[in-house]
Every structure is written in C-alpha cells, then in structure tokens.
T-cell receptor
C-alpha cells in the first residue's frame, strides 16, 4: 500500500543535540513538506520541496535543515539552534495539480513527537 | 501577510448539523482544503474547493466564496466519531505552498 512513513514516532532529546526525523513516501509525489504543530495551534510550515535537490524555507525554518536527495525521501534535522523544539512534527506530500481531476491535496504521515529533556 | 481564522471550539449534539466557518486573507489563492484531525493523529483530507459554490461529499459539504475570503464546512447527522479538530487550509498560487488555520475543535455530545 502506498503511503508516507515517518520515524521515529516518539523521540527524546537532550538539549544541545541534533536529531533527524525520517520521512519516506512511495506515492510518487513530487512535493514534500515538513510542518510543526504545537498544542492549540495550526500547522506551521518549516520547509518544503517541489523537486529533488531543491527546497524552500517555510515560515519557521530557523533551527531546522532538510535535504532532498531522492524523490521518496525528505529528512528533517532539528538542530541545537532551534530554541523550542518540543512539538509534533508532520511530514506530508502531494502531487502537483497540473491535471484535473487531481486536487493536489496533502497526504500526511503519522507524525513524530519530539520532546526535549 | 497570511491570515486564516476559525473558531477555536464548537460543541454539538449527536444527530445534529454543525457549520464550521473559515475566513482567510492570503497572498495568492489556488484552492481551499478542509482536513479532519483526531487527537494525536495525522490530518486526513475531507474536501476541496477552488471555485465558488458548494461541494457535497456524503455527510460533509464545503462552501467557498472567493470574493468574501470565506468558506464553511457543514457536517450533517453528527456522530460521536466526528469529535475531532477541523483544519482549514489555503493553497497559495506560487508553488505547492499551503497555509493552515488554527483548527476548530468539535465536540459531539450524546
């Protein structure tokens, strides 16, 4: 079955450590995204990528880094520069809506919950 | 700037109808999406509007007025399992870039 796989589901980190969250999709989607969700808040865009070897900063990119070496994979590194990294991280992908009836909606992974101790 | 507003919380009774409103002001518009998110889970796609009017999908309908920057999600014959957060999202027209509202937490009571 096609889908998006995020790992790990839960992650604990000490202050000052970098951590990498994995995101893999087998939907053959062009675009991939990372969102952060905090309690009571909407999803905020960290980074997105429309093609391999290219990515764009979202609204809250500071303290994060990404790579897109393969179409299927879009890992997110939360660096020690991110001041408040405890959050629920969601990876998503979508097809470009260049042909109807493709709507290009986002498909989400199950999420990774990061806690900084 | 980008701004999407939704009510924070709503409560309704099982079997009733509820309307969740969303207003938006974004730089560019290429579609409005509604997602459902149960607590601790990933959002799932519910509906999509890009032209003005009503889209119906079973118990769920979504309406869009682009001139007013307004959409609503209508849920009919509410069931307990509809208790969730409902997220309104706008796709901006440069690239595949989505911006989300804060979400509306709906509680369905027996």
């Amino acid at each position: 079955d096609g889908g998006i796989t995020q790992s790990p589901k839960y992650l604990f980190r000490k202050e000052g450590q970098n951590v990498t969250l994995s995101c893999e999709q087998n939907l053959n989607h062009d675009a991939m995204y990372w969102y952060r969700q905090d309690p009571g808040q909407g999803l905020r865009l960290i980074y997105y990528s429309q093609i391999v070897n290219d990515f764009q900063k979202g609204d809250i990119a500071e303290g994060y880094s990404v790579s897109r070496e393969k179409k299927e994979s879009f890992p997110l590194t939360v660096t020690s520069a991110q001041k408040n990294p405890t959050a629920f991280y969601l990876c998503a992908s979508s097809k470009f809506p260049d042909r109807t009836p493709v709507t290009g909606e986002l498909f989400f992974g199950e999420g990774s919950r990061l806690t900084v101790l | 700037g980008q701004n999407i507003d939704q009510p924070t919380e709503m409560t309704a009774t099982e079997g009733a109808i509820v309307q969740i409103n969303c207003t938006y002001q974004t730089s560019g518009f290429n579609g409005l999406f509604w997602y459902q998110q149960h607590a601790g889970e990933a959002p799932t796609f519910l509906s999509y509007n890009v032209l003005d009017g009503l889209e119906e999908k079973g118990r769920f309908s979504s309406f869009l007025s682009r001139s007013k920057g307004y959409s609503y999600l209508l849920l009919k014959e509410l069931q307990m399992k509809d208790s969730a957060s409902y997220l309104c999202a706008v796709r901006r027209n440069y690239g595949q870039n989505f911006v989300f509202g804060p979400g509306t937490r709906l509680s369905v009571l027996p």
